[in-house]
């Protein structure tokens, strides 16, 4: 579908919308995509047998089908898939690949819509606040787009000006997205370890303050701060004056799009050197600021003539606490010393894991990633494999990557991608590396004395558990003198084959009333007692539909293990 058709179809530039016709249209696409996840589950759905391969196909195709629907949907919905694209922990990898492809590609609405946005929000006609305005857009995106024009000083800006009608949309979608949320948190396989009602609340955050344009210029004015004393990053300045929730004037710095490879050569810009600024860019932005622009696609990043970066769209950016960083102290000990429980614990308390009953899997899954790419320089590391490598793990698992750190992953697989486009012999990681020597530099001077605070703690606690244990052993042989400790074995295999005994004995009853009702019901057929009969295999309707329930959880519980 075209995004002219799109329009025609949704309506996407008009002031109201239908509920019904969006909850219709929404649902409909959550049930059908309810329904192909049932089936990749059906081992008699794939024609000549089940197969990883065949499975990983079907994903292919209904990742695209999905991308489609999210396109056809609409602005709130492009908008969450670009933040599902980030969630790998929740789905396979051939989704997460098809949603990061994911771009806006809604049309542009009008001229007159466009000025009746603006001289709503200040109050004055439009000639009163531009010398001259372009009519037609010079980028079109879900949220709004932006018009080239000129102040009465004479300065040349761009005018960002948000969709009609689009709060009103949002309001409608998340308020049918909430509802979707909790059908998720209940269901009984989806909702099991997952925080759906979390990732929706996180959704609309994120979503709200992309419709906030006033937030959007205080985050282009800390992101200009911040590259103040660097003459190789160009931030447009914001005029205030002109700005409202709802638009956004900021400087013209027209530049050559960094993915345009050959207006690049034309002129004369040495790629390779390019390709070391972005990264170098954004490794200043995540470790001296702390504060990023957490969608650093080609689109939002160009090149001025003198060979500057200048980067646009700061709508979704992301920060990091300085608190974090230390919690990652430990994080960083376990994986220095490929110390699996020890990494699993750290991220536990990062809240990037979620404790479960059984932490044995995810324990072997980290312990073999330190094992095979540890022992690799790092400099010859690619941030996209392990971006993949992670995913893998994750998907499936109690991971919950922070969405600070989805962000960052993403942010560095995209521009590696862009730097390899710039230079094949491109390395993320070789940039990288003098800034990782210089943080081990920063923390130095302390880490002699985390390392001595470590063992001083852990011996601290050894002497307190061995001068503590003589005590603890005689208390439980009094608990046990006295009858007070008693000791219960579980065996979760031996559960597992009780729990499945006593579901195959209720099958086999359910069976065997069946089939005495298909036995009653064929004999007063026969005997032309067609009512009683139909009577009777309605009857059978009840312990058919809750035999094949049954079987269904029997299925899934030999699935499980």
Same mark, same amino acid.
């Given at each position: 579908?075209?995004?002219?058709?799109?329009?025609?179809?949704?309506?996407?530039? =008009?002031?109201?919308? *239908?509920?019904?016709?969006?909850?219709?249209?929404?649902?409909?696409?959550?049930?059908?995509?309810?329904?192909?996840?049932?089936?990749?589950?059906?081992?008699?759905? #794939?024609?000549?047998? &089940?197969?990883? =391969?065949?499975?990983?196909?079907?994903?292919?195709?209904?990742?695209?089908?999905?991308?489609?629907?999210?396109?056809?949907?609409?602005?709130?919905?492009?908008?969450?898939?670009?933040?599902?694209?980030?969630?790998?922990?929740?789905?396979?990898?051939?989704?997460?690949?098809?949603? *990061?492809?994911?771009?806006?590609?809604?049309?542009?609405?009008?001229?007159?819509?466009?000025?009746?946005?603006?001289?709503?929000?200040?109050?004055?006609?439009?000639?009163?606040?531009?010398?001259?305005?372009?009519?037609?857009?010079?980028? @079109?995106?879900?949220?709004?787009?932006?018009?080239? @024009?000129?102040?009465?000083?004479?300065?040349?800006?761009? !005018?960002?000006?948000?969709?009609?009608?689009?709060?009103? $949309?949002?309001?409608?979608?998340?308020?049918? /997205?909430?509802?979707?949320?909790?059908?998720?948190?209940?269901?009984?396989?989806?909702?099991?370890?997952?925080?759906?009602?979390?990732? +929706?609340?996180?959704?609309?955050?994120?979503?709200?303050?992309?419709?906030?344009?006033?937030?959007?210029? =205080?985050?282009?004015?800390?992101?200009?701060?911040?590259?103040?004393?660097?003459?190789?990053?160009?931030?447009?300045?914001? +005029?205030?004056? #002109?700005?409202?929730?709802?638009?956004?004037?900021?400087?013209?710095?027209?530049?050559?799009?960094?993915?345009?490879?050959?207006?690049?050569?034309?002129?004369?810009?040495?790629?390779?050197?390019?390709?070391?600024?972005?990264?170098?860019?954004?490794?200043?932005?995540?470790?001296?600021?702390?504060?990023?622009?957490?969608?650093?696609?080609?689109?939002?990043?160009?090149?001025?003539?003198?060979?500057?970066?200048?980067?646009?769209?700061?709508?979704?950016?992301?920060?990091?606490?300085?608190? !974090?960083?230390?919690?990652?102290?430990?994080?960083?000990?376990?994986?220095?010393?490929?110390?699996?429980?020890?990494?699993?614990? *750290?991220?536990?308390?990062?809240?990037?894991?979620?404790?479960?009953?059984?932490?044995?899997?995810?324990?072997?899954?980290?312990?073999?990633? $330190?094992?095979?790419?540890?022992?690799?320089?790092?400099?010859?590391?690619?941030?996209?494999?392990?971006?993949?490598?992670?995913?893998?793990?994750?998907?499936?698992?109690?991971?919950?990557?922070?969405?600070?750190?989805?962000?960052?992953?993403?942010?560095?697989?995209?521009?590696?991608?862009?730097?390899?486009?710039?230079?094949?012999?491109?390395?993320?990681?070789?940039?990288?590396?003098?800034? @990782?020597?210089?943080?081990?530099?920063?923390?130095?001077?302390?880490?002699?004395?985390?390392?001595?605070?470590?063992?001083?703690?852990?011996?601290?606690?050894?002497?307190?558990?061995? /001068?503590?244990?003589?005590?603890?052993?005689?208390?439980?042989?009094?608990?046990?003198?006295?009858?007070?400790?008693?000791?219960?074995?579980?065996?979760?295999?031996?559960?597992? $084959?009780?729990?499945?005994?006593?579901?195959?004995?209720?099958?086999?009853?359910?069976?065997?009333?069946?089939?005495?009702?298909?036995?009653?019901?064929?004999?007063?057929?026969?005997?032309? &007692? !067609?009512?009683?009969?139909?009577?009777?295999?309605?009857?059978?309707?009840?312990?058919?539909?809750?035999?094949?329930?049954?079987?269904?959880?029997?299925?899934?519980?030999?699935?499980?293990?």
């Amino acid at each position: 579908m075209t995004p002219l058709e799109t329009a025609q179809k949704y309506r996407w530039n =008009q002031e109201n919308y *239908s509920i019904t016709r969006r909850r219709l249209d929404i649902w409909r696409f959550v049930l059908t995509l309810l329904s192909q996840f049932w089936l990749n589950g059906k081992k008699w759905s #794939y024609r000549g047998g &089940y197969t990883e =391969q065949k499975l990983a196909v079907r994903r292919e195709k209904q990742a695209l089908w999905i991308r489609q629907n999210l396109l056809n949907l609409g602005p709130t919905f492009i908008k969450a898939g670009q933040l599902f694209s980030t969630r790998a922990d929740l789905f396979p990898v051939e989704y997460v690949y098809e949603l *990061s492809k994911l771009q806006d590609e809604v049309p542009a609405f009008t001229y007159e819509q466009v000025t009746a946005i603006i001289e709503k929000d200040f109050g004055k006609p439009l000639a009163k606040l531009y010398r001259s305005f372009d009519p037609v857009p010079i980028a @079109a995106a879900s949220l709004g787009q932006v018009h080239k @024009a000129k102040l009465h000083s004479g300065e040349e800006v761009v !005018v960002k000006v948000q969709r009609p009608g689009l709060k009103q $949309l949002f309001t409608i979608d998340l308020a049918i /997205l909430k509802k979707i949320a909790y059908y998720f948190q209940n269901h009984p396989r989806w909702g099991k370890g997952r925080d759906w009602l979390g990732i +929706y609340e996180e959704c609309c955050r994120i979503l709200w303050l992309e419709t906030d344009y006033l937030n959007e210029g =205080q985050n282009a004015d800390t992101f200009r701060r911040n590259f103040r004393g660097e003459n190789w990053v160009k931030v447009p300045r914001v +005029y205030w004056r #002109y700005t409202s929730p709802r638009v956004l004037t900021l400087e013209y710095l027209p530049g050559i799009k960094i993915s345009h490879y050959e207006g690049l050569e034309a002129a004369g810009l040495d790629r390779k050197l390019l390709a070391k600024l972005g990264a170098k860019a954004y490794l200043c932005q995540l470790l001296n600021d702390g504060f990023f622009h957490a969608d650093p696609h080609p689109g939002n990043i160009a090149v001025d003539t003198d060979g500057a970066l200048i980067f646009y769209d700061f709508g979704m950016m992301g920060r990091i606490e300085t608190n !974090v960083r230390e919690k990652l102290m430990d994080t960083l000990f376990g994986i220095a010393q490929k110390d699996g429980d020890r990494v699993v614990t *750290s991220l536990v308390a990062l809240g990037a894991l979620s404790q479960t009953d059984d932490m044995g899997p995810v324990r072997r899954s980290v312990q073999f990633m $330190l094992d095979n790419f540890m022992d690799k320089p790092f400099e010859e590391q690619s941030v996209s494999q392990i971006s993949d490598d992670l995913y893998e793990i994750a998907y499936d698992q109690p991971f919950r990557f922070p969405a600070t750190f989805t962000f960052v992953m993403r942010a560095f697989s995209t521009l590696e991608g862009v730097g390899k486009g710039l230079d094949p012999d491109f390395s993320f990681m070789e940039v990288a590396q003098p800034f @990782a020597m210089n943080l081990i530099a920063d923390m130095d001077g302390n880490t002699a004395n985390s390392i001595i605070d470590e063992i001083t703690r852990q011996a601290t606690q050894v002497s307190n558990t061995a /001068l503590g244990l003589p005590r603890r052993i005689e208390d439980t042989i009094e608990k046990l003198d006295r009858g007070d400790i008693r000791l219960r074995v579980r065996s979760v295999e031996s559960d597992r $084959l009780l729990r499945r005994l006593g579901m195959m004995q209720m099958a086999t009853n359910y069976a065997l009333f069946i089939s005495a009702l298909g036995v009653c019901a064929t004999i007063l057929f026969v005997n032309a &007692y !067609v009512k009683v009969a139909v009577a009777a295999i309605i009857i059978g309707l009840a312990p058919a539909w809750a035999l094949i329930r049954l079987l269904r959880r029997i299925n899934r519980l030999d699935r499980m293990f």
